[in-house]
């Protein structure tokens, strides 16, 4: 045999040997490499993440627990700190309740969002209607808690004024991850706790004391830590004239006499009236109530510290994006 024939067999069986190893490769491959999987063939293709819009969360609250997909479209909110942090946000809602808006969000009532009825008698035949993908409510609405949670997932968002901040800012954060605003959110939370801190550094440093009181219809209530108002204390950090005020909703009946005995350095009003009204009267200005000759011997009147509060943020609404700042920025103002 010439050496023409040897080198044409030798290429040939170089090619056969080639072919044969590519072809072992193939089938090894289609058996996805399991060698228990002999003559069978794996076509499992690997799962397809779900579409984020599907994407399902599980938020657990002081009711209960509610089931909601991320970014809601029709959103009911019956919370005023929830609808703040909302607006904040960028998020638009569906329906509120629109007699009880305060001055600052006063444009959800608009005739593009739906009356939900009021805080304490929600539109049960309207929502159904609407038929919403999310509830929002807090204290004055957990009565209907359970009707509304028939209509839609339904999730309890009211501040604990014995964790103001801590509620606060869990709400925020839990609304932030409902509707993938998780940045901004931290963004917003960030700049209020580096003012916080601020104004805590001020005023316990000053040695100064406050009282909080509330006046409605000629009467007054005072409020201490862990109250209602009690972040003021608790948080903002202005020592109080009386550690052992009810912490409730209502506060403690109190005399002016009480106000002249207790002195404090700083006197915070929260005008009721400025905000609730009975149809028809015309409320007078709570100045015209506190400055009498029992609080004109205070350090707070004699010192020009009788701050009056806003009542649009501390009484209507309170807890939300919109309203902390502005509660922060009221109480650093009235004690420099």
């Known amino acids: 045999m010439n050496s023409k024939k040897l080198a044409l067999m030798f290429t040939t069986l170089v090619m056969v040997l080639v ?3 590519c072809g072992a490769n193939k089938n090894s491959g289609s058996n996805g490499g399991n060698a228990g999987a002999t003559g069978s063939t794996d076509t499992t293709q690997p799962a397809a993440a779900a579409p984020a819009e599907d994407e399902e969360l599980t938020i657990k609250h002081k009711l209960g627990e509610a089931k909601v997909k991320k970014n809601p479209a029709k959103v009911v909110v019956f919370d005023m700190g929830v609808l703040e942090t909302l607006d904040k946000l960028g998020v638009e809602v569906a329906a509120v309740p629109q007699a009880s808006l305060p ?3 006063k444009k959800y009532e608009d005739g593009k969002y739906k009356n939900a009825g009021t805080l304490f008698e929600p539109d049960f035949e309207g929502l159904n209607a609407l038929d919403p993908d999310v509830i929002f409510i807090s204290g004055r609405s957990s009565e209907a808690y359970e009707e509304l949670n028939k209509i839609a997932p339904t999730i309890f968002m009211g501040v604990d ?6 509620s606060f800012t869990e709400n925020v954060k839990t609304l932030g991850e409902i509707f993938g605003k998780e940045a901004e959110a931290e963004q917003e939370l960030t700049a209020i706790n580096d003012s916080i801190k601020a104004l805590n550094d001020v005023a316990t440093s000053s040695g100064k004391k406050g009282l909080v009181i509330l ?5 007054v209530s005072a409020y201490g830590p862990g109250s209602r108002f009690g972040i003021i204390h608790d948080v903002f950090g202005i020592p109080a004239v009386d550690e052992n005020l009810k912490a409730d909703t209502h506060g403690d009946s109190i005399s002016f006499e009480f106000v002249a005995e207790k002195n404090p350095d700083y006197l915070f ?3 009721r009236d400025a905000v609730v009204t009975e149809e028809g009267k015309q409320a007078e200005p709570a100045a015209k109530l506190v400055e009498n000759d029992l609080v004109k011997k205070t350090n707070a009147y004699k010192d020009g510290k009788i701050v009056y509060l806003d009542a649009n943020y501390w009484y209507l609404s309170g807890g939300g994006l919109l309203s902390v700042p ?3 920025k ?7």
């Open 161 to 166: 004024t014995a964790n103001y901040i801590g």
């Open 19 to 21: 072919l044969a190893a």
């Open 215 to 219: 006046t409605t219809g000629g009467k």
């Open 326 to 328: 502005e509660m922060l």
């Open 269 to 271: 009003v929260v005008d």
């Open 103 to 105: 001055t600052h969000l």
């Open 330 to 336: 009221e109480v650093q103002e009235g004690i420099q």
